[in-house]
């Protein structure tokens, strides 16, 4: 950091000078033009490169065991090309791999192909697609995910059970997709202001994004349970105990993004509130499977388990709230 004393003009022009360091290495001269904007916090930001398209960011990636796991990596660190390149042919298999990869990334899409070379470009405008937005559509999807899975797993609906299944790649997708804008939007203080986020908020969203597609795969694993449990029903009197239960933790994820994005601290705190009564259910349950229960009790246990999984989650986006400034 530079401290620098601002100066006035005897006609009351106020200037500070620029760092000489900074202006050469980004090529001012005399007559250069600048741009200064102002952010919703109140500082100045000088882009000295306001009316420069930005460069496109390109990386080379070499097919590995890993493929999958470089293209990923390459499109949340913001790549806007990932050149996949063989020394000799790509196989089959690693073509098959970057297609998968490209399939779970929002906007990654293959542009060129030939036997040695893929070309992935992601065609996205990072402005168009604002955080919060993206937020609260993983969060739609891992809620109704929530609720059909327990639907499921008390009715025995497998069908149901393998839709909310297969929803969680959706969920996956929006969290990648989320992770990479906010990456974005730490990098480029413009991008920040239009899309009307603070770099110092791009954290607590990163962590909230990763607490929902947790949600989403605790959902999963409901459904999973249910596919496993085949012509065995729940208990009438055993139902209405996990109902109960899904009912306090649904109720805790909804509340806890709600005063997320509204900064309500009393609604927040509403979420905590619940954790005596989450518990007492739990119990509830662990003690009624225990008494009467066989075949069946452990997919009960590990059902219950997940939901109050989907409640602790919901208490840890709550305790990111933050009161509204001023």
């Known amino acids: 950091m530079e401290l620098r004393r601002v100066q006035r003009t005897s006609g009351g022009t106020f200037f500070v000078c620029l760092p000489k360091d900074w202006a050469t290495r980004i090529g001012l001269d005399r007559s250069s033009v600048i741009s200064l904007s102002e952010t919703a916090d109140g500082r100045l930001v000088i882009d000295a490169k ?9 990386v080379i990636v070499k097919p590995t065991p890993l493929l999958d796991r470089e293209i990923v990596g390459k499109y ?7 050149r996949v390149e063989a020394k000799d042919r790509i196989s089959t298999e690693d073509r098959e791999c970057i297609k998968q990869a490209s399939s779970r990334l929002i906007g990654l899409e293959i542009v060129e192909e030939d036997y040695s070379k893929i070309v992935l470009q992601c065609l996205l405008e990072p402005s168009a697609y604002p955080p919060e937005r993206i937020l609260q559509r993983e969060h739609s999807i891992a809620s109704s ?3 059909d899975a327990v639907t499921a797993f008390l009715d025995g609906d497998i069908n149901l059970a393998r839709n909310v299944i297969a929803r969680d790649n959706e969920v996956n997708r929006l969290y990648f997709l989320l992770v990479r804008i906010l990456r974005t939007v730490i990098q480029n203080p413009g991008l920040s ?4 986020i603070l770099p110092i908020d791009c954290l607590d969203y990163r962590l909230t994004a990763s607490l929902v597609e947790a949600i989403g795969d605790q959902s999963v694993q409901v459904a999973e349970l249910a596919t496993k449990l085949e ?3 729940v208990a009438k009197e055993l139902a209405q105990l996990l109902l109960k239960l899904h009912r306090v933790g649904f109720e805790a994820h909804e509340n806890a993004l709600k005063a997320l994005f509204t900064r309500d601290i009393a609604l927040a705190e509403s979420v905590r509130d619940e954790q005596k009564n989450v518990s007492r259910l739990y119990g509830e349950v662990e003690s009624f499977v225990q008494v009467q229960y066989g075949d069946i009790a452990p997919q009960v246990l590990a059902a219950a388990s997940s939901i109050r999984r989907i409640y602790e989650h919901s208490l840890d986006i709550a305790d990111l709230v933050m009161p509204k400034m001023g």
Do not use: T, W
């Open 76 to 82: 949340l660190l913001g790549y806007d090309i990932i």
């Open 231 to 233: 012509k065995a029903k």
């Open 193 to 196: 202001e239009k899309l009307g």
């Open 50 to 58: 306001y009316s420069a398209e930005r460069a496109q960011q390109v």
């Open 145 to 147: 995910m929530h609720r």
